[in-house]
T-cell receptor
Framework: DADVTQTPRNRITKTGKRIMLECSQT?????MYWYRQDPGLGLRLIYY???????NKGEISDGYSVSRQAQAKFSLSLESAIPNQTALYFC???????????????FGPGTRLTVL | SQKIEQNSEALNIQEGKTATLTCNYT??????LQWYRQDPGRGPVFLLL?????KEKRKERLKVTFDTTLKQSLFHITASQPADSATYLC???????????FGQGTELSVKP
């Protein structure tokens, strides 16, 4: 079974709709992240969470919100979807170590979101 | 802000040759530099990590170098195979914030 899962894998929605993307992990990691990937732009960080009570904005948080329901679950919401939020969305996890963390990240399979 | 640049043009090479991918960054050097592989429609997969005080790291057919003077990392795949065809991403971790910053990736195509 995959260590990091994302649901749904594909979603087509209309402008103005509220959308939630979910991420679950069985790796036992404290840190979780949401990225979006667009052609030619690489991965850009939307939000990240270093533990259940810690939520931080990333590079492109406008138009998005997140919820860390448990150590293993991190959801991304688009309150009112717009077409330029059409992208591939990835959830990732990393382990917090007692020493200097290398922050190696483990990615989910991605959610392809299309906003019409 | 930090910028990372990877070759935007796809790299096409013949099977058996060495593929070399470049990652350049601006401003100050990161604590770590990582390389990931991404196949179409899949999430990136971690390959190698090199620390700021290391010049070279190897893993099987992979080799990564890190030159803090040139602000550049090179990623080599020796004896390349068609199965190595993928997009390769470099990512930098700076001490503050603990967040990775990713390059846009370079697509590698190895022809038989």
């Amino acid at each position: 079974d995959a260590d990091v899962t994302q649901t749904p894998r594909n979603r087509i929605t209309k402008t103005g709709k509220r959308i939630m993307l979910e991420c679950s992990q069985t790796k036992g990691h404290d840190r979780m992240y949401w990225y979006r990937q667009d052609p030619g732009l690489g991965l850009r960080l939307i939000y990240y969470s270093f533990d259940v009570k810690d939520i931080n904005k990333g590079e492109i948080s406008d138009g998005y919100s997140v919820s860390r329901q448990a150590q293993a679950k991190f959801s991304l919401s688009l309150e009112s979807a717009i077409p330029n939020q059409t992208a591939l969305y990835f959830c990732a996890t990393s382990e917090r170590t007692s020493g200097r963390s290398t922050d190696t990240q483990y990615f989910g399979p991605g959610t392809r979101l299309t906003v019409l | 802000s930090q910028k990372i640049e990877q070759n935007s043009e796809a790299l096409n090479i013949q099977e058996g040759k060495t593929a070399t991918l470049t990652c350049n960054y601006t401003n100050y050097s990161p604590a770590y530099l990582q390389w990931y592989r991404q196949d179409p429609g899949r999430g990136p997969v971690f390959l190698l990590l090199i620390r700021e005080n290391e010049k070279e790291k190897r893993k099987e057919r992979l080799k990564v170098t890190f030159d803090t003077t040139l602000k550049q990392s090179l990623f080599h795949i020796t004896a390349s195979q068609p199965a190595d065809s993928a997009t390769y991403l470099c990512a930098l971790l700076y001490n503050q914030g603990g967040k990775l910053i990713f390059g846009q990736g370079t697509e590698l195509s190895v022809k038989p």
